[in-house]
């Protein structure tokens, strides 16, 4: 169920991907170890294995999800015209999910720099 919400999540603009991904690889890492090689052999596979080995996000996908994230906020703020305590309530998840995102080093399969090491 979670590979499918996934692939749907590939073709869909506003549905996630990535977390249905990692959630599908850890099921099939505890049930089906066929099911979970077939997974990580997909396109996904390198940032999958990044995910678990290294707990890594590549610099591009970092990009792409604070850019979702900070256009999500922008949508909402404009659209809904939220009280100042509800602005704060949704935004502050929102940042702390950037910050945790922003956190996470690079792709080690693909040598992007750990932001620490420099």
């Known amino acids: 169920m979670m590979a499918g919400l996934g692939i749907i999540g590939a073709i869909l603009p506003l549905m996630p991907t ?15 170890p066929r099911l979970e090689a077939y997974l990580m052999s997909s396109r996904f596979g390198g940032s999958l294995r990044d995910w678990r080995d290294f707990g890594a996000i590549s610099c591009k996908s970092k990009s792409l999800a604070l ?52």
């Open 18 to 32: 990535t977390i249905f991904l990692i959630l599908a690889a850890w099921l099939f890492s505890r049930s089906s």
């Open 67 to 118: 850019i979702g994230m900070s256009a999500g906020y922008a949508i909402f703020l404009v659209i809904s015209k939220p009280s100042v305590p509800l602005a704060v309530a949704v935004g502050a998840p929102i940042l702390a999910c950037a910050a945790y995102v922003a956190s996470r080093r690079g792709s080690a399969s693909r040598n992007e720099p750990d932001e620490s090491d420099g």
